[in-house]
């Protein structure tokens, strides 16, 4: 260690960590006057690593960005008092990469199709990007605006050209299109289903590789599995808004040169009653967990649900938390739930209660509502997530440290009139983050991107 003056004062402290380089475990007397750059210093040089890695240190639950002196000062430590600190890797800054730009606002991002990047937008229509930026494919499919797109997973055996894709939209219904990847010059797609449930503006659609769930502004959830039916399962209303299909017969028409088939018409195969207020989001479990689902509404809770059974098996109950989006931690023990009060709130779904205020575990305070909240959908990381917001802003936090994000980065900034564009979507893959909003579409790299064949 670092030689250091008689007189400077010096901290003992103890490091831990649960990355694949530990220090040996001892007392180390540390300089009060060192901040993140010194200690992630002395870690490097302890351990002779080859290759220089830059670490981020947490004191009792909270990221170091001052001095050590600074910390204990503001804490109320003494010198003599043993510090624990656990130090992880740092996260590069994010780096833009792209913007996509939109004639109207987009509603929802998908980073989930390797290669590509799906949009929902309130022009109704789903686009297919490359991440050239290149727009492949453009779907007719809605006659009002596309609330949200999700990625139906192939299941083993399926061809990676041909994808299926469900979205939501005002028009109350979901859909299901297959869209041909196989000649990347001229896609082709086909709106094979429409779903037919809700009675109010559908709110968002999430996807496993068998089933559909939908959520909407009536209060209900709806559960579809992905088959696509020979007939129609839902008759067809007499005298049902004729002008929407006539418009979206020839949009259809445009497109494709041809009218398309009529989509069929399916109906749920369950249907989720607990809600008292609208549902902003539903999602299924984690990993295999496929028979589990959790929502969230506008009357403040959380839900899970037994898919089987169709029964609200827990609810976490918030004071005055009206909830807009809602993400679980990759290994589904936390949801992380975003809410018209300017936070962004960690409950541990394990220990949730259906009569009595929940509290939260972290809660991370935003300066604007924050619409979404997105964690990496390829990696085991619990800690890292990003979070958009009305304020035009992306926040990447670690939720070991919930006093303030780790990185921020403000979307569309520079565009002419970019000031006040709200964030509407957030989506990470691959260490990329999608983000889409009044502004149309951006994508940033965060964290470890060497996967992403990004050109």
């Known amino acids: ?99 996509i730009p939109h004639e109207d606002w987009v509603s929802s991002v998908s980073c989930q199709l390797p290669g590509h990047f799906l949009t929902a937008a309130y022009d109704g229509a789903l686009r297919i990007f490359d991440y050239s930026q290149k727009l492949l494919h453009t779907i007719p499919a809605h006659g009002a605006p596309a609330t949200s797109v999700a990625l139906v997973p192939p299941l083993a055996g399926e061809s990676s050209d041909l994808v299926l894709i469900a979205s939501a939209s005002h028009d109350l219904t979901a859909r299901l299109t297959r869209v041909d990847l196989s000649d990347p010059a001229q896609p082709r797609s086909e709106t094979l289903a429409s779903l037919h449930l809700h009675t109010a503006p559908l709110s968002s659609v999430a996807a496993s590789a068998s089933h559909i769930l939908t959520s909407s502004w009536d209060g209900l959830i709806g559960l579809w599995d992905a088959a696509i039916p020979e007939t129609d399962e839902v008759p067809l209303e007499e005298g049902a808004a004729p002008e929407s299909r006539k418009k979206r017969r020839k949009v259809a028409e445009d497109s494709e040169g041809a009218a398309a088939p009529r989509p069929k018409r399916k109906a749920p195969v369950q249907v989720l009653k607990s809600h008292t207020a609208r549902v902003s989001r539903v999602v299924f479990g984690r990993g295999r967990d496929t028979n589990t689902a959790y929502s969230c509404g506008m009357d403040s809770t959380v839900r899970a649900w037994d898919l089987e059974n169709a029964v609200c098996t827990s609810t976490i109950t918030a004071a005055n938390k009206p909830f807009l989006d809602i993400a679980l931690t990759p290994s589904g023990s936390s949801a992380l739930a975003a809410s018209t009060d300017r936070t962004v709130c960690q409950y541990d779904v394990r220990a949730a209660a259906s009569s009595t205020m929940t509290p939260a575990v972290a809660a991370l305070a935003h300066p604007a509502t924050p619409s979404s909240v997105a964690v990496p959908a390829d990696t085991a990381d619990e800690h890292r997530v990003v979070t958009g917001a009305y304020d035009g802003v992306v926040r990447l936090w670690d939720l070991r440290s919930a006093k303030g994000a780790v990185a921020s980065f403000k979307a569309w900034d520079g565009q002419a009139s970019a000031g006040g564009r709200k964030i509407l979507s957030v989506d990470w893959a691959r260490g990329l983050v999608g983000v889409g909003g009044e502004g149309g579409v951006e994508v940033w790299k965060v964290g470890d991107a060497e996967r992403a064949q990004f050109s």
């Open 1 to 99: 260690m670092a030689s250091t003056s008689a007189s400077e004062t010096t901290h003992p402290v103890v490091f831990t960590t649960q990355t694949a380089y530990p220090l040996p475990s001892q007392k180390f007397m540390i300089p009060a006057s060192w901040k993140r750059y010194q200690l992630s210093q002395l870690v490097n040089k302890a351990l002779s690593l080859p290759k220089p890695i830059p670490f981020e240190f947490l004191v009792r639950g909270e990221i170091l960005r001052g001095t050590l002196a600074e910390w204990c000062t503001e804490n109320g430590v003494g010198e003599e008092e043993t510090l624990e600190i656990e130090y992880f890797e740092s996260v590069l800054p994010p780096q833009r990469m792209s913007n």
